[in-house]
């Protein structure tokens, strides 16, 4: 019914950017909350970066101040952009979207497959 496609992520040295961005599409009637959360091996999956469809952003406190979300209504997209990367970055990011599809409207999560950043010393 949704899909969510990646792109980006990749290697970094630490210090460098990397840019992640995700596309919705589908049966989509209305897009909710739509972000980032980083799966590490063997770890849970936590929150990174959420931009809410009222227009708010929310960061983990790990990365406020260093990466930033942007949200593209029109392109039912995110982009999150990753500066001054650090070795503890490295994860595996997974795209969310909360949305409500056709025929039924009914509201569920959605998850993309990921994108492997890693970041070395």
């Known amino acids: 019914q949704v899909q969510l496609v990646e792109s980006g992520g990749g290697l970094a040295q630490a210090g460098g950017s990397l840019t992640l961005s995700c596309a919705a599409s589908?049966?989509?009637?209305?897009?909710?909350?739509m972000g980032w959360y980083r799966q590490a091996p063997g770890q849970q999956r936590d929150m990174v970066a959420i931009?809410?469809?009222?227009?708010?952003?929310h960061y983990a406190d790990s990365v406020r101040g260093r990466w930033f979300i942007t949200r593209d209504n029109a392109k039912k997209a995110v982009v999150l952009q990753m500066n001054n990367l650090k070795p503890e970055d490295t994860g595996l990011y997974l795209c969310?979207?909360?949305?409500?599809?056709?025929?039924?409207?009914?509201?569920?999560?959605?998850w993309g497959h990921g994108a492997q950043v890693t970041v070395s010393s």
């Open positions: 931009a809410t469809d009222d227009g708010f952003m």
């Open positions: 589908g049966n989509i009637f209305s897009l909710g909350h």
């Open positions: 969310y979207a909360d949305v409500a599809t056709y025929p039924k409207y009914s509201r569920n999560d959605y």
